[in-house]
């Protein structure tokens, strides 16, 4: 390439929303700004009688759009030069999933009515929200009587925080609001088809990585048959039965052009390739260098765990507990994995919000003392499971659990405690992959909350046993939109003809990996092993499991640490 080309990619995230600004020839990060979501509590709307409800105002996402990328663009006239953003080739999408809203015949958000504008079920359903619990078991014991081939591309349980649990939940507790409901779309397909000028549902471009993982897509037969809808709730089968079928498309493809009013709106050109949404996690993956062997471990609010499976081979066996197997959802042709755990970074966040800020002790405190003990020197061992748990037991009933306490026990013995438990969370998940067949190598990191905290990603490797890269890019969800921006673009217009093209270009990681010591070795791996049986005690996968030991057994250990620090 010669000239600098510049694509936007665009992150739609849990709590806010940014815009990146990159040179299509190395991914370089030319400007970017973030755009925090405006309304209720860090933009999601609560409520105190349903912990398990999680909302937002989709307004808040055309405010940060407008936002977030007006402001990076006035960031790029000032690094390159007012004529820089004519050099744009490409805008790439990344939305959290499944975040549905109920859009009229214009896919105008219901909310944007005077008559729904505080109507919860009009909101967009946040993918943290589990209120849909009841239906997906729903769909999951039907599903494994009459489509368990379904069933297995996602691992083997359907979600309460997927797109159909969420309809059918929609449908039933407001049939008011769902009347006045042209259809029921994805953020990210929303966004795309807001840029795109998309006048109504049945003109908007869909992608497969939502559709696939989280809307109960099938690659081959497409979605559920009127036959199961029916058996499931009339309800849900009326529904798709007015609707006209639709079908998804690959990570990567374009899926339209800026349209007149957006360009407009945005100070850009009109007519710039859009691609496709993907999920915000996969586009992380994506612009983390993911690729076969290799992990992208995407940590954030919550954990995301991508891997490919060869683009020449059969899928992979059903994996228990998976977030779906899905081709064409991270890499074009091949095989997509996802998993994940439904808090990391929100469980810290909590933990000092609740109990640590009110006496001026933050992360950072926290984190310098842990860094002083040695494995099992706390006494502590939790389970994770703070949001419920997303892989590998797919329950959100499931709830923490702190074993260990005593009088003398300190707040930064808990918070490492916390970190080492979601370490062996995700210890959890990459054995499950690996049993299944699927190579796992290498494991590169990204997110923010791999970018706050050395110590957290030291434990990891310490726990994984194996050394752990980070991401080049401190924005790698935004990154991952940027390149697929560069290959919606194509070779002509000075972008890519392949993602992997792309990310040879455009990706990379740091110097020095963290690497595993071998001194705390022995002493992680009793502490995982004691993990597992409170996992598989709590899940339900071992009833009878006898827990009688594991408080001493903690306690040897909090004696044989201390002494070796000592």
């Not at 405006?38 to 307004?59: C, K, V």
């Not at 009127?226 to 089968?237: G, M």
């Not at 590998?392 to 306490?405: F, N, V």
């Not at 969800?477 to 000075?494: K, Q, R, T, Y």
Request: charged fraction near 20%; aromatic fraction near 6%; charge should be negative.
């Amino acid at each position: 390439m010669g000239s600098s080309r510049y694509c936007l990619g665009l992150d739609y995230g849990t709590n806010t929303a940014r815009a990146l600004i990159v040179d299509a020839r190395d991914g370089a990060e030319i400007a970017g700004a973030v755009a925090p979501y405006p309304s209720a509590e860090e933009g999601i709307f609560t409520d105190t009688s349903d912990p398990l409800l999680a909302r937002q105002n989709p307004l808040d996402y055309e405010v940060t759009l407008l936002s977030a990328t007006r402001k990076a663009l006035e960031h790029l006239d000032e690094s390159v030069g007012p004529g820089a953003r004519e050099t744009i080739i490409g805008i790439g999408i990344g939305a959290t999933a499944s975040t549905p809203i109920a859009v009229d015949e214009e896919l105008r958000p219901l909310a944007r009515q005077e008559n729904f504008k505080d109507d919860p079920a009009a909101m967009a359903w946040l993918w943290k929200d589990h209120t849909a619990h009841g239906e997906a078991d729903e769909i999951t014991r039907l599903a494994s009587d009459q489509l368990p081939h379904y069933l297995e591309r996602c691992g083997g349980t359907y979600s309460s925080e997927w797109s159909l649990a969420k309809l059918l939940r929609f449908l039933r507790t407001a049939p008011e609001t769902a009347a006045a409901a042209a259809d029921w779309v994805e953020l990210g397909d929303y966004l795309c088809g807001t840029l795109t000028g998309c006048g109504s549902p049945a003109e908007l471009p869909r992608n497969v990585c939502a559709a696939g993982h989280k809307g109960f897509y099938h690659d081959q037969e497409g979605p559920p048959p009127a036959e199961f809808l029916e058996a499931l709730d009339p309800l849900l089968s009326n529904w798709f039965a007015a609707r006209p079928a639709t079908t998804p498309q690959a990570a990567g493809s374009r899926g339209g052009t800026l349209c007149g009013a957006w360009a407009k709106k945005l100070g850009l050109p009109e007519g710039i390739p859009v691609s496709i949404a993907a999920i915000d996690a996969h586009v992380g993956a994506v612009g983390a260098g993911v690729r076969v062997g290799r992990l992208a471990k995407v940590m954030g609010t919550s954990g995301c765990d991508m891997a490919v499976h060869p683009a020449d081979s059969n899928p992979p066996p059903s994996i228990a507990g998976l977030c779906g197997i899905v081709r064409h959802s991270i890499l074009p042709g091949a095989w997509g994995l996802e998993a994940g755990q439904s808090a990391l970074g929100d469980i810290f966040g909590w933990f000092v919000r609740e109990f640590t800020a009110a006496a001026g002790v933050g992360h950072e405190d926290l984190t310098r003392q842990a860094e002083a003990l040695e494995p099992g020197q706390s006494g502590l061992l939790a389970l994770d499971w703070n949001n419920g748990n997303r892989s590998i037991l797919a329950d959100p009933r499931l709830t923490g659990l702190l074993l260990g306490q005593t009088l003398q026990t300190r707040p930064f013995e808990v918070y490492r405690a916390l970190l080492e438990a979601t370490a062996f969370g995700a210890r959890t998940i990459i054995e499950q992959i690996r049993a299944s067949g699927v190579a796992v190598d290498e494991i590169v990191v990204c997110g923010g909350i791999a970018e706050k905290n050395p110590l957290l990603l030291q434990i990891y490797a310490d726990v994984l046993g194996m050394p752990l890269g980070l991401s080049a890019s401190e924005q790698t969800c935004a990154l991952g939109a940027a390149i697929f921006a560069a290959v919606a673009a194509g070779p002509d217009s000075g972008g890519y003809g392949t993602v992997e093209e792309a990310q040879q270009a455009m990706t990379g990681t740091r110097e020095g990996p963290y690497e595993p010591r071998a001194s705390g070795r022995e002493s992680y791996d009793e502490l995982y092993s004691l993990y597992s049986r409170l996992h598989d005690a709590f899940g339900g996968v071992n009833r009878e499991a006898d827990l009688g030991d594991v408080m001493k057994n903690l306690s040897t250990l909090r004696e044989r640490a201390g002494q070796a620090s000592s």
